[in-house]
T-cell receptor, first 115, second 111 residues
């Protein structure tokens, strides 16, 4: 069973389009995250949700909107896609927020290419 | 100065060698230090974590933290081709909600 799953795995789209990436975790965790990893492999947090509540909201364009319908899901919607949005987006989850002993489990990533 | 600096590599070493991976950081509030391994086209997975200064050993892997120098290391003994991956250091403070990652070092173990 996949602990943290993301769909789609690959996403190729035109500039200006709106797209969504879905994430689901079956670990029973309370906290979920979205990270962006750029072409230089730099992994940076974008958002985190704890029990469906937004906790971390880094400085990302407001074209990016996370939505957590329940504890097990955290989706990322991106409006008006730009070339610079091309990256790999990772979803992650952990039991709690802020406790180092809570390992963050990462999904396989969604490779977004904006043409 | 970036909060966490890590040489991106690539670092190529022969099988069986000892590998040393390092990161430096600038934020003295960091207390928790982690190493993640990321295989190509996969998500990162936690290898080890340590708190404050000191060493921690887990099999062939040893993590070291020197807070006075703001320097952390990961040593891999008897390196194997299966260790070929990108290794990301990461750290956070006691009161932080978020983890700050280094850029990762690409490691190639040559058979």
């Amino acid at each position: 069973d996949t602990a943290v799953s993301q769909t789609p795995k690959y996403l190729v789209t035109q500039m200006g389009n709106d797209k969504s990436i879905k994430c689901e975790q079956n670990l029973g965790h309370d906290t979920m995250y979205w990270y962006k990893q750029d072409s230089k492999k730099f992994l940076k947090i974008m958002f985190s949700y704890n029990n469906k509540e937004l906790i971390i909201n880094e400085t990302v364009p407001n074209r990016f909107s996370p939505k957590s319908p329940d504890k097990a899901h955290l989706n990322l919607h991106i409006n008006s896609l730009e070339l610079g949005d091309s990256a790999v987006y990772f979803c992650a989850s952990s039991q709690d927020l802020g406790l180092i002993t809570d390992t963050q489990y990462f999904g396989p990533g969604t490779r977004l290419t904006v043409l | 100065q970036k909060e966490v600096e890590q040489d991106p590599g690539p670092l190529s070493v022969p099988e069986g060698a000892i590998v040393s991976l390092n990161c430096t950081y600038s934020n003295s509030a960091f207390q928790y230090f982690m190493w993640y391994r990321q295989y190509s086209r996969k998500g990162p997975e936690l290898l080890m974590y340590t708190y404050s200064s000191g060493n921690k050993e887990d099999g062939r892997f040893t993590a070291q933290v020197d807070k006075s120098s703001k320097y952390i290391s990961l040593f891999i003994r008897d390196s194997q081709p299966s260790d070929s991956a990108t290794y990301l250091c990461a750290m956070k403070g006691d009161r932080d909600d978020k983890i700050i990652f280094g850029k990762g070092t690409r490691l190639h173990i040559l058979p």
